[in-house]
């Protein structure tokens, strides 16, 4: 069975960080492009960053502002989403997805996993 399992959220405060692992299972992530996407509660899904099958260009949204950084490690068939300086706007629900193309659309990707929230609050 085709399966992405996301880990690593929860509550942090402002200006703390978190890393978020997306693990993949019965496919290996090196054939595929992986992209992080998140939802707010009353928001449609958006782009957050992505990353290429090989080391290659990886894609941020501009609301990141130089916060989040995005690596796969293969051999532990694994991609990681570090970050940093966390905000209050930046709580949602993130999810890994899995696809052909580093593309920012959730439509563009093939597999996804089941989220992990992020809650940011003082």
């Known amino acids: 069975q085709l399966q992405l399992v996301e880990s690593g959220g929860g509550l942090v405060q402002p200006g703390g960080s978190l890393r978020l692992s997306c693990a993949a299972s019965?496919?290996?992530?090196?054939?595929?492009?992986i992209g992080w996407f998140r939802q707010a509660p009353g928001k449609e899904r958006e782009g957050v960053s992505c990353?290429?099958?090989?080391?290659?260009?990886?894609y941020y949204a501009d609301f990141q502002d130089g916060r989040f950084t995005i690596s796969r490690d293969n051999a532990k068939n694994t991609v990681y989403l570090q970050m940093n300086s966390l905000i209050p706007v930046d709580t949602a629900v993130y999810y890994c997805?899995?696809?052909?193309?580093?593309?920012?659309?959730?439509?563009?990707?093939?597999?996804w996993g089941q989220g992990t929230q992020i809650t940011v609050t003082s």
């Open positions: 997805a899995a696809g052909r193309v580093c593309g920012i659309f959730p439509w563009e990707y093939e597999f």
């Open positions: 019965g496919f290996s992530l090196d054939s595929y492009v």
């Open positions: 990353i290429h099958s090989t080391d290659g260009p990886t």
